[in-house]
């Protein structure tokens, strides 16, 4: 206990001030995201740009091309929520069976392809959890791009993965801050499940 004690604390003063900075903008994100504010996707782009080159340097090349993906998703999500600005906001709802199907395809579809890259055209040493990490966090990132409240499920099953993976490759905050975003999501996945239920009693009957 005292060996993970020391080499925990180790790491963390080992951390670098632009993993502080990603962190501190991830940190923003995901509470802005809770309580279902727009401000969420350029803080979160933000703090995906600094993490791509961290991770690249980390050997963690599937989380580039997800932090990559999460970008690209965040300007979609950013623009399909604000396109119509005289028009009441996207509204929070369930995933219908099309979206399900969607979402298990870019899973495991995603997982298989992103294996494959990774083992011939990497050097990576965690070829299977790195795809796995990546590919159920790209579901969730599309799923709150709609306003889905299974956003939060997806994204939790990535990051109860990724809390082993990133100690491993001694990335220790990218770790807490994934810890803190699994117990936000949670709460998350309740107040969005509250917003629903509001918005249905607000139906004309």
């Not at 995933?95 to 579809?109: K, Y």
């Not at 959890?129 to 499920?153: H, P």
């Not at 001694?170 to 998350?188: D, N, P, S, Y």
Request: glycine share 4%; net charge positive.
């Amino acid at each position: 206990m005292q060996h993970w004690t020391e080499l925990f604390l180790q790491q963390v003063r080992n951390v670098s001030l632009l993993e502080w900075l990603s962190v501190i903008l991830g940190v923003a994100e995901v509470l802005l995201a809770r309580a279902n504010k727009v401000w969420l996707y350029p803080s979160g782009i933000a703090a995906t740009a600094i993490s791509i080159y961290l991770f690249w340097v980390s050997g963690l090349f599937a989380e580039c091309l997800l932090s990559g993906y999460y970008i690209v998703m965040s300007i979609y999500g950013w623009y399909y929520w604000v396109q119509k600005r005289n028009e009441p906001p996207v509204q929070v709802s369930y995933a219908n069976r099309r979206e399900w199907v969607i979402t298990l395809l870019i899973v495991f579809l995603g997982w298989g392809i992103l294996y494959l890259l990774l083992i011939n055209y990497t050097t990576s040493t965690v070829p299977v959890w790195d795809a796995w990490v990546s590919s159920t966090a790209w579901a969730g990132m599309w799923l709150l791009a709609r306003r889905k409240i299974e956003n939060w499920i997806l994204l939790n099953v990535s990051n109860l993965f990724a809390v082993p993976l990133l100690y491993h490759k001694h990335l220790v905050l990218f770790m807490l801050l994934t810890v803190f975003l699994f117990i936000v999501a949670i709460f998350g996945y309740f107040d969005w499940r509250k917003i629903i239920k509001k918005q249905s009693t607000q139906l004309p009957a």
